[in-house]
């Protein structure tokens, strides 16, 4: 097990601008999981996943999959991308402790958060998703389950579409154990319902994709930027929070995700916006300058994808 101190040594070196790249190998080849959880914080676990797209080769473990142990029970950040992972994912946390797991928490509502809730509900656990995750997953869930199906081949038997059997709109407080937990919804951000998971008593929180460091934060078409800005600018920074567990990436700092998700997302919009004042068009926008971020993990991906929507979001404001 960790130390405290080894875990702070650790938070510093993730500060650093560490790229990942998406051709290391899977660090923990005898299990599902991309890596071995480790802990983060006395109490506070995270395996963490691959910062490249979901494959064969990772398992579809590409985010972090997080567990709190409160001396009372076990609290989980994500189903998983799919039973069997969910599954490993079990299997390591009753290596670290006999406190059974008594809830999932979905921090959104894509694939690799809740495709794995099958297996959590057929061990009566209970799941907890934001409203709009929930229907997010409701409205596209199939096509998500499909997706993992052509990349994860065997690896997705078994796994079918769940929802959370419990939800909530902007907080849900969790007094478990010697622990108190606040699940939050503070805003839009990167997708709906995407949720943050704190913990003031030791000054943690795991994020979720409202907080990017090592990987380019991806863009969707329904992703409103100046909203995600004014969220992460807002009620995030205003937690104070100490440590931070992203949604992809190892556990860092504030200063670190606010570096590159809120500052990559007000220097891509204050490239689009001059690209707009000066009568420039879609096509062009997709060559907006974005080398100061070339550092961050899938960029070959995500930059030009980011910048066209980020262009036809901002083209009417």
């Known amino acids: 097990m960790y130390s405290f101190k080894t875990a702070l040594l650790g938070l510093v070196l993730a500060a650093a601008p560490l790229a990942a790249h998406e051709d290391i190998a899977d660090t923990y080849p005898q299990s599902e999981l991309y890596s071995k959880p480790v802990e983060v914080i006395p109490h506070v676990w995270s395996a963490i996943g691959a910062t490249a797209p979901p494959t064969f080769e990772n398992s579809g473990h590409n985010n972090n999959l997080s567990f709190i142990v409160t001396g009372d029970g076990v609290v989980v950040i994500n189903g998983g991308a799919s ?3 969910a599954q ?10 006999d406190q059974p797991v008594r809830l ?15 297996y959590w509900a057929a061990q009566g656990v209970d799941i907890l998703a934001h409203v709009d995750a929930i229907e997010a997953f409701k409205k596209d869930g199939d096509f998500i389950l499909q997706g993992m199906q052509r990349y994860n081949r065997e ?20 007094e478990m154990g010697d622990v108190k937990i606040e699940v939050l919804h503070l805003g839009p951000a990167h997708d709906p319902g995407d ?3 704190w913990i003031p008593q030791w000054g943690i929180v795991i994020a979720g994709d409202i907080a990017f460091h090592e990987r380019m934060p991806p863009i969707f078409q329904e992703t409103c930027t100046s909203c995600w800005i004014e969220t992460f600018d807002g009620p995030f920074t205003a937690l104070g929070a100490t440590y931070v567990i992203p949604g992809h990436g190892h556990p860092t700092n504030m200063a670190q995700v606010t570096r590159y998700t809120s500052d990559y ?11 707009i004042d000066e009568g420039g068009d ?12 070339r550092n961050l993990d899938t960029f070959e991906e995500l930059a030009t994808k980011n910048a066209g929507r980020v262009f036809e979001e901002m083209e009417w404001e």
């Open 88 to 97: 490993a994912l079990h299997e390591e946390i009753r290596q670290i402790t």
């Open 265 to 275: 997302l007000k220097d891509l919009r204050a490239k689009i916006r001059a690209h």
């Open 282 to 293: 879609l096509a062009g926008a997709f060559y907006v300058d974005q080398e100061r971020w």
């Open 104 to 118: 999932v928490i979905n921090e959104n509502g894509q694939g690799h958060a809740m495709l794995g809730n099958g």
């Open 155 to 174: 690896k997705a038997e078994g796994t079918n579409l769940v929802l959370p059997n419990l939800s909530f709109e902007d907080r849900f407080d969790i």
């Open 83 to 85: 039973v069997r992972l």
């Open 195 to 197: 949720t943050q998971v």
